[in-house]
T-cell receptor
Framework: EAGVAQSPRYKIIEKRQSVAFWCNPISGHATLYWYQQILGQGPKLLIQFQNNGVVDDSQLPKDRFSAERLKGVDSTLKIQPAKLEDSAVYLC???????????????FGPGTRLTVL | AQKVTQAQTEISVVEKEDVTLDCVYETRDTTYYLFWYKQPPSGELVFLIRRNSFDEQNEISGRYSWNFQKSTSSFNFTITASQVVDSAVYFCALSEAIDASGSRLTFGEGTQLTVNP
C-alpha cells in the first residue's frame, strides 16, 4: 500500500514570495492533516480536513497560510507571502478516521523542507 | 490545554545498551490516546504504537517495550539491546478531542537518540 506522498521535498524561496506544497494521502483515508515542524521542535497541527471539509484550522495563520482539499483526496497548502520564521518542515498526514469514530492512527509523509531567505 | 513533556533532549548510548525514553503528559480528558513516533534522519515520522487511556497493560514488540502508568501520567519507551539503526528522534504524542468529529495530536519536543557502535 502506498504511503502519504508529498512534493516537493525541498524548497528555497526569498521572503515575501509565495510557495505551495502538495499532499496525496493514503488511499481511502478520510482525514488529512498539515503540520509545521520547526527545527528542534515537535510537529504542530496547522489544519485538519475530513473529506473536503475543515475540522480544525485554529492554529493556521490565516493572514498568510491557506489550504484546500477540493475533491476530498489530495490537498494543497500555500504560504503567501512567506516570512523568515516560516522556515520549517511541512508534514502531511492522513488517517482513516470517520466522523464520530475514536481516534485512529495518523500516518505521515516525508515532508517538505522549506527555507525562506 | 494538553501538554507532553519529554525531558530528555538528547541521549547517547553504546550499541547493545538498553535505553528508556521518558514521556509525561497532562490532560483533562478522561478518554485519550498516547502515541510514540520515530523520526529518522530522512524526516518521515514513523508510527510505533498507540495506546488508549483505558488500557494500562504494558506492551512489548520485539526489542521495544512501553510502560503506561496513569497514576504518574507517564508513557515511557524502552529499547532493549539498542542498535545503530535505532538512532533517530523519538516523539511522544497525546490525542485531544476537538469535537465529536475531530481530534488533535499534541507532540512533545522529542528526544534525539544516538546509538554509537
Amino acid at each position: 500500500e502506498a504511503g502519504v506522498a508529498q512534493s516537493p521535498r525541498y524548497k528555497i524561496i526569498e521572503k515575501r514570495q509565495s510557495v505551495a506544497f502538495w499532499c496525496n494521502p493514503i488511499s481511502g483515508h478520510a482525514t488529512l492533516y498539515w503540520y509545521q515542524q520547526i527545527l528542534g521542535q515537535g510537529p504542530k497541527l496547522l489544519i485538519q480536513f475530513q473529506n473536503n471539509g475543515v475540522v480544525d484550522d485554529s492554529q493556521l495563520p490565516k493572514d498568510r497560510f491557506s489550504a484546500e482539499r477540493l475533491k476530498g483526496v489530495d490537498s494543497t497548502l500555500k504560504i503567501q507571502p512567506a516570512k523568515l520564521e516560516d522556515s520549517a518542515v511541512y508534514l502531511c498526514a492522513s488517517s482513516l478516521r470517520l466522523r464520530g469514530a475514536d481516534t485512529d492512527t495518523q500516518y505521515f509523509g516525508p515532508g517538505t523542507r522549506l527555507t525562506v531567505l | 490545554a494538553q501538554k507532553v513533556t519529554q525531558a530528555q533532549t538528547e541521549i547517547s548510548v553504546v550499541e547493545k545498551e538498553d535505553v528508556t525514553l521518558d514521556c509525561v503528559y497532562e490532560t483533562r480528558d478522561t478518554t485519550y490516546y498516547l502515541f510514540w513516533y520515530k523520526q529518522p534522519p530522512s524526516g518521515e515520522l514513523v508510527f510505533l504504537i498507540r495506546r488508549n487511556s483505558f488500557d494500562e497493560q504494558n506492551e512489548i514488540s520485539g526489542r521495544y517495550s512501553w510502560n503506561f502508568q496513569k497514576s504518574t501520567s507517564s508513557f515511557n519507551f524502552t529499547i532493549t539491546a539498542s542498535q545503530v539503526v535505532d538512532s533517530a528522534v523519538y516523539f511522544c504524542a497525546l490525542s485531544e478531542a476537538i469535537d465529536a468529529s475531530g481530534s488533535r495530536l499534541t507532540f512533545g519536543e522529542g528526544t534525539q537518540l544516538t546509538v554509537n557502535p
